[in-house]
């Protein structure tokens, strides 16, 4: 008997689960077993009120309103709110006579359906809110992983720590990070995209996709040309970005930096314990077709390491960029005092909140 019971709980856990996908596919069918389902319960939330309107009054079918809202798009939505509202209204009306408190019922439930067909109408993707609000979670889990850096080989460490504008989890910073094959040459690239928060994350992610597959295959300069002509090609009037690239051989120590318009790198060096100044300049990605770009180049020891930020760092209302990178490289120097592990989150820590994503990256050679 427990046997059959397994049986029957499997398949139907199966089947489930099954119609969940269909559902996050936002498929027709899918649309169209949703809707049967609630129209099922309307019907028979109907019926209930017609034999006995107090135990299913005209409040309980908000229920199916709120569920469909979430669950449906615009046109099933439209009619699960018609014949809601049409089962609610005929079962108020005929169960008794009118009152006030009846009257008013009916006005909200008719200001409701009004609200929750606009609400679903402005779904600028067509799907759901649920299902909309599952696929910017999938984005933004898409963004974290490109911006994953590889496991590093002994020797070398690397951290970061990134904090959107407004705490809304969705940024225009990001990075992206290669290793090669053999794990001897490491290369990155971090990114500010114009914008902050979620008005710069589909530029972002957009972005990183395309770095993502180019990066390993082409040379520093080369990568970032192509990201400059890929933002020139784009339709948006703020398709510009800065960005920061590392290549770094991980036998010797030796790196080169080519800078597009971002915030000088800064180089940690174990011996002055001081943050120096890298000089990689170069312009903007986005704007000129022929884009600026200087190169720097070093080698860092054992216990140096480079620190890469974006201007949300070290730029706001009040100061300039000189004075932020002043303060980053004091601020960075009493958070490598207190160890590498955990410097880039101690450092993010310690700027002011503002109207613009933050990102910190620290590449170091260990002792």
């Not at 067909?117 to 609000?133: D, H």
């Not at 082409?218 to 090609?233: G, I, K």
């Not at 174990?270 to 022929?290: K, S």
């Not at 120097?333 to 933050?358: N, Y």
Request: one cysteine or more; hydrophobic letters at 50%; charged letters at 20%.
């Amino acid at each position: 008997m427990s046997g059959a019971l397994d049986r029957w709980s499997d398949r139907f856990s199966r089947y489930a689960h099954e119609r969940v996908l269909g559902w996050r596919t936002g498929s027709r069918q899918s649309q169209k077993l949703v809707l049967y389902v609630l129209l099922t319960c309307v019907a028979v939330s109907f019926v209930v009120s017609m034999i006995d309107y107090s135990l299913m009054p005209i409040t309980a079918y908000f229920l199916w309103l709120l569920l469909g809202m979430l669950l449906l798009r615009f046109r099933p939505l439209a009619v699960l709110a018609a014949v809601t509202s049409a089962a609610a209204v005929t079962a108020t009306l005929t169960s008794a006579p009118l009152s006030g408190a009846r009257v008013a019922a009916l006005v909200t439930l008719g200001l409701s359906v009004a609200l929750i067909l606009f609400q679903s109408s402005r779904q600028r993707s067509g799907l759901p809110a649920a299902l909309g609000e599952a696929m910017l979670a999938d984005l933004r889990e898409l963004q974290k992983a490109q911006g994953t850096i590889p496991p590093l080989p002994p020797g070398w460490s690397s951290q970061s720590s990134m904090i959107a504008a407004h705490g809304v989890g969705y940024a225009g910073d990001f990075l992206v990070a290669d290793l090669a094959r053999d794990g001897q040459q490491f290369e990155m690239v971090l990114v500010d995209v114009c914008g902050n928060g979620v008005a710069a994350s589909p530029r972002a992610l957009q972005l990183s996709g395309a770095l993502g597959g180019l990066i390993g295959a082409l040379p520093q300069r080369e990568l970032l040309w192509a990201a400059n002509d890929f933002l020139l090609r784009q339709t948006a009037d703020e398709s510009f970005a800065t960005a920061v690239h590392v290549l770094v051989d991980l036998r010797s120590g030796e790196y080169g930096i080519v800078s597009a318009g971002h915030p000088p790198a800064l180089r940690w060096d174990a011996q002055a314990q001081e943050w120096m100044i890298d000089n990689a300049r170069g312009t903007m990605l986005g704007i000129d077709p022929e884009p600026d770009l200087h190169a720097s180049a070093g080698v860092l020891r054992p216990g140096d390491a480079l620190m890469f930020y974006t201007d949300g760092v070290v730029e706001s209302r009040d100061n300039d960029l000189d004075t932020g990178i002043a303060w980053l490289r004091t601020t960075g120097r009493d958070a490598m005092a207190a160890g590498l592990d955990g410097a880039a989150r101690r450092i993010i820590r310690k700027v002011d909140r503002g109207d613009d994503d933050r990102a910190v990256l620290i590449l170091a050679r260990t002792p």
